[in-house]
């Protein structure tokens, strides 16, 4: 696994250092930061780990920092290697194989996981910092905002016509142009006075939509960050100009945020709150006045590999002081994980029966507590689309499941193309959410012509129907420490085929992901490992000895496969969740073995604490049954039944029309449609998941 290379010890003042050889071929590295995925281990790489307001570029230090690494050897097994440390660091690799950390403070905390499967060693570090909580279900559907509405004139024109255009919208957020003169809390009354109400009578009560909005940290408050030698409060320069910097580390922090979240809420009603610009940023080097040049915070004897060779370039100065005379030098990289855990926190006081929502750009070990993730300021660029698969893969791995890149890019203009192959792998990001910056030209999907959003419509109503199933993988996360969105090297370690692959995915154990990521391709090249798979479009079986397939894929196609012997949980799809979720569900069983399974964890999607049904689906020798756990004696009886009402059962892969199937010695009616070949099985009124259930069927 790992051996300690002694002659790289050292251990001095502002400067820790140690390193280790590896028994790996490949790894998911520390980040965040963007490299070659997964790495391989034969080369040489030096990456600085120090939270940074940059637009993501690869083997530079981006906005958070989770320095937990994962390899993978050639036997197929996994380990891993987490160094709990929130100074300024960097890891080196070697073509031993072998990795060197570098910090300039703290300790050297380590902790070593033994897998022996990558999914065991994720499992290991998510004990270790913490489970995410289950997200409220709201926000799984579509997200769509950006920055550059100039009034709510045209926030609500982008959502009349994208509701129009058939597009299943959820959520609109706004950006800081809801602002006065961009300070938080506040709303431009001349552009957007009206905000209040159009939320709360449309989006809220008429449409069953929700409603996000941007906070950042940079604010005049009676908790702030100090300067070291002045005292005062340390003096930046962000988006509204000169301002100071709450300490979320306080023990009143709490206090006055929610105060301030409470009384804007009185105007806006909003759902959720997305915390911005929390590495921190600041538009000086350091403050108005700059650091000071002899102090060795600010400027220690060893800087790692980090952006501008600067620990207070785009930030407040190292030796500026938090509570207890904490220097920022030593929470520089957990203020973003602070002001999410305060977020939550306050939202938690607010919405006592809620489960909170909060969206950070800065992120920390076990931030997924408390927040989701969206990568932050990408590029519309083919090449940008693809690096958004990896860091999706490792914020898994970081522990942050509900995490998503800004579909179509938020710098720059998309072309048609790029955004709706970048709207059809979105669609199966956990966090979708459409995003982009000023300036750029609209890109939201009822924007472009009619066949474009009829492509991107196709792969939204796909998520939508999916929904159920992802909901169960976040319960799964939340409950055992599991992935949503993982490599393919996750869950077939031993094909080491699969150690290689950067541009597919898992949702699952049960959906492969196969996106189209070059320009003016209308096929995919796609490995398929080894076993049964059914395409979830066209029901076509495929039956695989482990190789690359190539799959067409016109511009309104995105390849996707079941796994044989998945039972997967479904929905219809409506514009809202909410109104999707009072039409009752279907389950689906893929391919032909003689054994399937599949679960469903289900509730009413927003309540704390977690009150639900537990339905396993068991399939052996053409019987189906369904036997159902509650998490609490009333679960059956507060649960909506028309949101556990079971309609339908679609058997795929069946090649014969079957003589009869029977539920209790009752004759089902069902279909059988042989080009698809599939059964479709009607369940009588009053089927629900909260029953056991044996469905049998017979063939000639």
């Known amino acids: 696994m790992v051996e300690t290379v002694a002659s790289s010890v050292i251990i001095a003042d502002q400067f820790l250092q140690v390193g280790f050889k590896l028994n790996a071929q490949r790894a998911f590295l520390p980040g965040e930061t963007r490299a070659t995925f997964p790495h391989p281990l034969n080369e040489w790489l030096r990456v600085g780990l120090w939270a940074r307001d940059t637009p993501p570029m690869d083997k530079w230090n981006l906005y958070g920092v989770h320095n937990m690494f994962m390899g993978l050897t050639s036997e197929g097994t996994a380990f891993g290697i987490f160094l709990l440390n929130s100074n300024a660091q960097e890891f080196v690799l070697t073509p031993m194989p072998s990795i060197t950390y570098r910090t300039v403070g703290g300790i050297l905390d380590f902790f070593l996981f033994a897998g022996p499967r990558p999914a065991d060693v994720i499992s290991q570090y998510y004990d270790l910092i913490g489970h995410p909580p289950v997200p409220p279900y709201w926000s799984l559907g579509f997200h769509l905002c950006r920055y550059g509405y100039k009034d709510l004139a045209e926030v609500e024109e982008t959502v009349r016509r994208n509701r129009e255009a058939g597009i299943p919208l959820e959520i609109q957020w706004v950006d800081i142009d809801y602002m006065d003169a961009y300070k938080i809390w506040s709303i431009g009354k001349e552009n957007f006075g009206n905000l209040g109400k159009y939320v709360d009578e449309k989006l809220h009560q008429e449409y069953g939509m929700k409603f996000m909005i941007i906070v950042d940290p940079a604010v005049s408050t009676q908790v702030f960050i100090n300067d070291s030698v002045t005292k005062a409060p340390i003096r930046g320069v962000v988006w509204p100009g000169e301002t100071v910097f709450p300490d979320f580390s306080h023990p009143n922090a709490e206090i006055w945020w929610h105060e301030m979240a409470e009384s804007f809420h009185k105007e806006i009603s909003f759902d959720g709150l997305w915390v911005d610009m929390n590495e921190p940023a600041d538009f000086d080097y350091g403050s108005v006045n700059g650091c000071p040049s002899d102090n060795k915070m600010d400027n220690p004897p060893y800087i790692p590999l980090i952006l501008d060779r600067s620990l207070y370039a785009k930030t407040v100065c190292p030796s500026a002081l938090h509570y207890n005379n904490t220097p920022h030098y030593n929470r520089h990289n957990l203020y973003g994980y602070d002001h999410a855990r305060v977020t939550r926190k306050v939202l938690s006081r607010m919405f006592p029966t809620r489960r909170p929502f909060v969206l950070s750009r800065s992120t920390f070990a076990g931030s997924g507590r408390y927040t989701i993730h969206w990568t932050g300021d990408n590029l519309s660029s083919w090449a940008d689309m693809r690096a958004s698969i990896a860091q999706m893969i490792n914020f898994n791995i970081y522990g942050i ?300």
Request: proline share 6%.
């Open 401 to 700: 499941p509900m995490v998503g890149a800004d579909i179509c890019g938020f710098r720059g203009d998309a072309t048609e193309e790029l955004c709706v192959r970048w709207s059809q792998l979105g669609a199966f990001y956990p966090f979708s959410r459409n995003h982009n910056a000023l300036a750029s030209r609209p890109q939201d999907p009822a924007a472009w012509s009619a066949n474009a959003t009829a492509a991107i419509r196709a792969a939204l109503n796909t998520r939508y129907h999916l929904l159920p199933y992802m909901y169960t993988l976040f319960f799964r996360a939340h409950l055992n420490g599991t992935t949503v969105a993982r490599a393919l090297a996750f869950e077939f370690p031993e094909d080491l085929s699969t150690h290689r692959i950067s541009t597919q995915f898992m949702l699952g154990s049960c959906l492969l992901i196969n996106p189209v990521v070059e320009e003016g391709r209308t096929n995919v090249e796609a490995y398929v490992p080894a076993g049964e798979w059914v395409d979830l479009t066209s029901a076509t079986r495929i039956v695989s000895t482990g190789h690359m397939r190539n799959f067409k894929a016109p511009l309104h196609v995105i390849p996707i496969l079941v796994r044989g012997g998945c039972v997967l949980p479904l929905q219809s799809s409506v514009n809202v969740t909410s109104f999707a979720r009072k039409d009752g569900l279907n389950f689906e069983e893929a391919g032909r073995k003689s054994y399937a399974s599949g679960e469903l964890f289900w509730d009413d999607g927003e309540s704390e604490p977690l009150n639900y049904v537990h339905a396993q689906f068991e399939l052996r020798d053409r019987v189906l049954r369904l036997r159902a756990t509650m998490s609490h004696r009333d679960t059956r009886r507060i649960l909506d039944p028309k949101e556990t009402a079971l309609k339908r059962i679609f058997l795929v892969g069946i090649s014969r029309h079957p003589t009869s199937v029977t539920m209790k010695r009752s004759m089902l009616e069902f279909q059988f449609i042989k080009d698809l070949q599939t059964v479709f099985i009607d369940l009588p009124p009053g089927s629900s998941i909260t029953q056991k259930m044996k469905i049998s069927w017979t063939f000639p």
